[in-house]
């Protein structure tokens, strides 16, 4: 191994240790911090985010990474890997010119308190000159790391490394053109299902559920744990990673599907190489990629029958005078409840990839230009009725509602419908390659999945873009039918439509 | 104010801020990491304790120090004070060389495991050679800092600046001489202590009643909270601060006045100016001085009658099957169990000084070379039978039951008992000044006390030694006096001897 290579390891090391300690810092903050100690996490966080800014901007890196591009034939195919990915780190930290981190930064917490009180008051006049600053903010970033004529590609690449907006333009609009009449055949069927009948679940009795179900599919606990915070997150590596929920008696399924989501986040990260944690070879493959994970053991496995024929019983054994009266088909179809709503994270998996296209759309009329944020509320509520079929009565249920743009997180949305896609494409993979896969879960078995996905995905680590990874997984482009089809499948007969 | 003096504060807080993220991670350790992420812990913690040392030896620290104490006339008595103690902090960082930091370091942790592995089997010989090391590495390290010839002082030093052997040595003999009578007597006494009945308290009960108790007597649990790890321990500052405690159901007596403990050194944080905590003005004045506040609210404050004329009826309302047939009585001498123990940390108020006393002498004796290590467990048990009447039958409740010598930490156990000299003294002064303070605990306030604390002690940091302090508050140089005459007022006649 090189010198330099040895150098840049050590580098990362030391990078990676920083910011897993700034995780914990936030993780704390969220779950255990006493409520007036705030003024000294924010004293904590800034010391260790500059520490771990000049970490990552070592001119050391810079040295080492120049001294390894100049012979890249004498680096193995892991370590090209390694210098790919720190190069692309190194250049975002070190091509930002420090006045701009800090204006955006300032901006950031100036716009997200702006942002709240828009919100709060149905304001959306108030925030607009924030927002607008966050766009021409994500437009100078761009420029200042070489893609000034495609910042919203930029925007884009930052969580998905190798996407941009024509490809996903092309998939959503497939994708958009099969889903709206299923959602419209869904709409028409007289089929309702009934979540709000499940009602009192005491939260203990949740918990150790939850810590059931979680542990089974595989989760592990020796190297994690699951708390309680106002907003569920998943946060570390596969090291020690921290998951989160919240309980509401009246509202079981939310706590419990939000935590199989969140553990299918921290089974990836758990499966991700331990020895190469500091580096791009034991570390995930885009935000895209992650939420797949998640996805696909939230809904693919978890709201299907096969799973509730193993769990309902021991669901039915805490919970039994809460579900009385309700059939193992009304429990399904509570599980698989399909309805509009206006706020995103409410919505369920069908309706969710809607409220996605509708935000890329508008996204992609802002950073062009087309769009002005003085027309943004009348464009969302517009697009929102066309294709949710629900028009939203204020801003606040409307384009005010999610924090994202507020931290300047732009082109982060599609994440969560292109993670759909790529569940529903490994999902026909996996049981190509196991036909009676599910038939395990009846039993309990989670095992035989979790072992494909660490071997298909997990082991891969940021080898390969998410795009890449899925052609090479299922042998075909990533496309929106998989998603369509198990849509299809799995709420047609449900409400028989 | 002087510009090296503004870039002294600047450092300062830097190193404030990182020595409390370390903190914070010891606490996460005990409290939270799941057991297979030790690993990644000691790779964090490796990580930032280079950057905390890295900015405590900064050099502008120096420049600053050396350019403030050229003109010391220039500063005001709280900036000399803060000069002072920065002084002494960065000489022990820079003139210890970094490979006698490492040797150390490593040294502590090969000598832990050893420790651990001869206390379980009780092979005090295979440990011998660690403690010897130990012995040798303090020397050399009292020799950096100037100390070389009084190695011992500077290890009491380095945890009560300004206190010396010779003067521990004078009142310990004092307090012995008084408090092996008394001792004596007790344990002749027909009166007997019953705590064993007090058996299957719930964990939860135990745990809301303490947090009632607690939060009485003053704990802002807006800047702090309470959680459960194996050994109980209060970590970082008033503006965040942890207390742990631990729950057995036939020990409610443990955790309760555990907790009381911790709250008093919380307390004692809590009360430090906020604003100074990154200097001398914001920190506290040594071991003893701490103790003293923890010992304070755990022996004169919380096992007093006037504490349970209040506290009893809200202990009955939620334990009243496990207290039915105990009398009132009954339950305060259980309170104040004084029996004979082998082991320091099961011992009460009365034994627990003599404990101390064992080990300060043959730390001495270590120190002067008049005793060998080889000789050391028989020394022990020989002390400890004169001391507390009873002989170790083996080395793991004897010379082996502690683990401060095995992390080099020597000079530490007087603090304790100094502690509760320095409480007993405080309490006279107190009262002296409010001579109807017990009649406020017996209706459940408690705040002229900590009011008091606050302003006598707390509010000044470092700014005076503990025993500078402790002279100034009660007007009399520290004695055992005090001390001997509280344990003589509770306990003869509660023992009725």
Avoid at 183 to 199: D, G, N, T, W
Avoid at 380 to 401: F, H, I, K, M
């Amino acid at each position: 191994m090189p010198a330099a290579y040895d150098s840049l390891l050590t580098h990362l090391h030391k990078v990676h240790h920083l910011n897993s300690v700034l995780g914990l810092l936030g993780w704390d903050e969220q779950v255990n911090l006493p409520p007036d100690s705030s003024d000294l996490r924010g004293e904590q966080m800034a010391v260790m985010a500059e520490l771990a800014h000049a970490a990552s901007s070592a001119p050391a890196i810079g040295e080492a990474l120049a001294e390894l591009e100049s012979d890249l034939d004498s680096l193995n195919d892991a370590q090209r890997v390694v210098v790919r990915a720190a190069r692309r780190d190194y250049d975002r930290v070190t091509k930002l010119p420090s006045e701009f981190v800090t204006e955006k930064a300032k901006h950031c917490s100036a716009s997200y308190h702006a942002w709240h009180k828009a919100k709060e008051a149905d304001d959306f006049a108030s925030y607009a000159p924030y927002l607008e600053k966050h766009l021409e903010l994500a437009k100078r970033e761009a420029a200042y790391l070489g893609w000034g004529d495609r910042p919203y590609d930029y925007a884009i690449d930052q969580h998905d490394p190798g996407l941009d907006a024509a490809t996903i333009t092309k998939l959503f609009a497939e994708l958009s053109e099969g889903l709206v009449p299923l959602v419209q055949r869904i709409a028409a069927s007289p089929v309702q299902a009934k979540p709000e009948r499940l009602r009192g679940f005491p939260v203990e009795a949740q918990a150790a559920f939850l810590r059931e179900v979680t542990e089974r599919i595989g989760f592990n606990y020796r190297r994690g744990r699951i708390d309680v915070s106002p907003h569920p997150f998943c946060e570390g590596s596969g090291a020690d990673i921290r998951m989160t929920t919240r309980y509401e008696a009246d509202l079981p399924l939310s706590s419990l599907f939000g935590s199989i989501h969140e553990t299918g986040h921290g089974l990836y990260e758990q499966g991700l190489p331990l020895e190469h944690h500091a580096t791009a070879l034991g570390q995930h493959a885009g935000m895209a990629m992650h939420e797949s994970q998640s996805r696909m053991w939230e809904n693919q496995v978890g709201r299907g029958r096969p799973f509730w024929m193993f769990f309902e019983q021991q669901f039915r054994a805490r919970f039994g005078a809460q579900l009385e009266g309700i059939s193992s088909d009304e429990l399904l179809l509570a599980i698989n409840a399909v309805a509009p709503t206006l706020v995103r994270v409410e919505a369920d998996e069908v309706y969710y990839n809607l409220h996605i296209i509708l935000r890329f759309e508008l996204e992609q009329r802002l950073f062009s230009g087309e769009l002005a944020v003085a027309d943004l509320p009348a464009a969302w509520n517009e697009r929102c009725e066309a294709l949710l079929g629900q028009r939203p009565t204020n801003d606040a249920e409307g384009v005010l509602q999610d924090v994202h743009w507020s931290g300047g997180a732009f082109g982060y949305f599609p994440s969560y419908c292109l993670g759909n896609m790529i569940a529903a494409q490994l999902w026909d993979a996996v049981r190509g390659a196991m036909p009676d896969l599910e038939a395990d879960f009846a039993r309990g078995e989670f095992g035989r999945l979790l072992g494909w996905l660490r071997e298909n995905v997990h082991a891969h680590g940021k080898r390969y873009s998410a795009l890449e990874l899925v052609e090479k997984v299922t042998g075909k482009p990533l496309s929106p039918q998989p998603l369509l089809a198990y849509l299809e499948d799995r709420y047609a007969s449900l409400y028989q439509v």
